[in-house]
């Protein structure tokens, strides 16, 4: 099994048990859905509520789905990325009832890394890698505070790890 394999079955577990603090998608975002999570027993170091995607502590997940994903609720499809374009404020709503809800379970679906995410209000958001072509399109990145994992085009995965320096800011290196 290869190390970026370990890191991203590492880091979907920490999924489970975190809480969706925020959903975007919509108008003018493509078939793009953003998501932050919450690590629950974690104390958070407050920060300004819009640097929070962009800065995450280290309870913190964020989640940037670019390939198709569909949300249900186990009887009919609530949203997905083929209307997100057209999502009308019925449909964002549905979105947004994923807020406030805790993951219950986080699969990982080998071997096209496809994702599989259930809510204990009983939603389940699923990802389908469908990027096969483009130099390192990717299908979706989740990111903690310390690693972001991408699953880009034909499998392939990218660990890129963070480090702070004294400002703050966040320098990238590849692992």
């Not at 590492?10 to 969706?20: A, C, E, M, P, Q």
């Not at 469908?130 to 990111?143: F, I, L, R, V, W």
């Amino acid at each position: 099994m290869s190390d970026n394999l370990v890191v991203l079955r590492s880091v979907t577990g920490l999924l489970s048990s975190s809480r969706v603090t925020s959903v975007f998608a919509g108008p003018n975002t493509g078939s793009n859905l953003s998501m932050t999570l919450e690590r629950t027993g974690v104390i958070l170091n407050e920060r300004e509520p819009h640097l929070r995607v962009h800065q995450l502590g280290p309870a913190e997940l964020a989640l940037f789905i670019q390939c198709a994903w569909r949300l249900g609720d186990g009887e009919r499809v609530l949203a997905s990325s083929a209307n997100c374009d057209e999502l009308e404020i019925r449909g964002y709503e549905r979105l947004t009832r994923m807020v406030g809800s805790a993951v219950s379970r986080s699969k990982l679906l080998l071997p096209f890394f496809d994702l599989s995410i259930t809510l204990d209000n009983g939603l389940q958001l699923d990802m389908f890698c469908d990027q096969s072509s483009g130099d390192d399109d990717a299908n979706y990145t989740m990111e903690t505070y310390q690693v972001a994992c991408t699953v880009a085009t034909s499998g392939r995965i990218f660990v890129t790890q963070k480090i702070s320096n004294t400002q703050g800011i966040h320098v990238v290196t590849d692992v």
